[in-house]
């Protein structure tokens, strides 16, 4: 990496705030020469957490925020009235041009609407989604959207096809990424009014590789790379995702511990499965991007631990170099063939 970059941290944020964001700002600034971390937050709380630890003290700079905002607060009434809290105090710096994206695991909802009111949607963005990724047998794929517009329309669905297209081939390299449409069938005639008219309109498109519907059981098996779906669906499939990774853990586990001869054959295992059983590991994908921003929002799970927080601060580094916001502002306006 040459092009210098900054990436504000919202070090109040999350469950395991402010250790495991400072920790993870710590070990991605050992990892980045040309990185600054700007990290958001109670100033001596901070400090504390960073007293900990040996690290390029020109690469990580503390913005004093005095309040934060917790989980179940109501989403704009904490971003209205809360004007000092960490996550409203690092998205105005982003806002302003003093940081290039944001890192938050705070509270979801109002990272959504704090996303939309303070750091604003890219011209020509009708709305702007979240992009989940979830594994497959071939790698990755990406749920967009998965959280942030249940009531969308046609016209927004086609948008987030163009942007997490962009997003799966310029930051996870993915050439020519597989774009579905989530649906209850593979035929084109199947599904409701919303996605019957979106199939049409995705088949104009000429900017995106389409491959028609795409059903809930084949995402799993990496049929696409992009799934593309309101995020009524979205949601309840990214749920239904990471419930059915936790039951299958658990019984693996449960099952491996039910027996003496059980025991042994885990031990004979035990390399192989835990290499194998990585690709559920959240961490490894850092955080879900909020596309369609004029500048990027990752947000963290609430209970990433440090090494997540590290890997969404890189998320940052490819989304700038790939030029990302750059490339969807391009397509989005273009004129459809």
């Known amino acids: 990496m040459s092009e210098k970059i900054r990436v ?3 070090a109040m944020g999350g469950d395991l705030a402010p250790a495991a ?7 991605a600034v050992k990892e980045n020469k040309d990185l600054t971390v700007v990290l958001v937050g109670k100033e001596d709380t901070i400090k504390a957490e960073l007293s900990k630890y040996d690290y390029p003290k020109d690469q990580i700079e503390i913005v004093n925020a005095t309040e934060v905002i917790v989980t179940g607060e109501p989403p704009v009434k904490s971003i209205q009235e809360k ?5 409203v105090v690092a998205m105005k ?4 041009g003093e940081a290039d ?12 609407v704090g996303g939309q009111t303070i750091v604003r949607r890219e011209k020509g963005v009708s709305r702007a989604p979240i992009g989940t990724a979830v594994p497959t047998e071939k790698g990755v794929a990406l749920i967009v959207d998965a959280g942030a517009n249940v009531d969308a329309k046609p016209e927004n669905l086609v948008q987030f096809a163009i942007m997490g297209s962009v997003y799966m081939e310029k930051a996870l390299k993915i050439n020519s990424p597989k774009v579905g449409l989530l649906n209850v069938g593979a035929e084109e005639e199947k599904g409701n009014a919303l996605t019957k008219e979106v199939y049409q309109l995705l088949k104009k498109r000429k900017d995106i590789n389409f491959i028609g519907n795409i059903e809930g059981n084949e995402i799993s098996k990496g049929k696409a790379d992009v799934i593309v779906c309101d995020a009524f669906a979205g949601n309840i499939l990214l749920k239904m995702y990471e419930g059915v990774s936790k039951t299958f853990l658990k019984l693996i586990k449960e099952t491996f511990m039910s027996s003496f001869k059980s025991k042994i054959g885990a031990l004979l295992v035990k390399g192989s499965l835990k290499e194998t059983l990585k690709v559920f590991d959240v961490e490894k994908y850092g955080g879900a991007p909020l596309l369609g921003l004029s500048a990027l929002v990752v947000k963290a799970h609430g209970n990433s631990k440090a090494p997540a927080f590290a890997t969404a601060i890189k998320q940052c580094i490819s989304f700038k170099e790939a030029k990302i916001n750059e490339i969807i502002r391009e397509k989005i306006n273009m004129t459809e063939e």
């Open 8 to 10: 504000a941290l919202d």
């Open 21 to 27: 964001p400072v920790e993870g700002a710590v070990i």
């Open 101 to 112: 994206a944001l890192v938050t695991a705070g509270n979801t909802g109002s990272v959504l």
């Open 83 to 87: 004007k000092d809290s960490s996550l």
């Open 93 to 96: 710096k982003v806002r302003a």
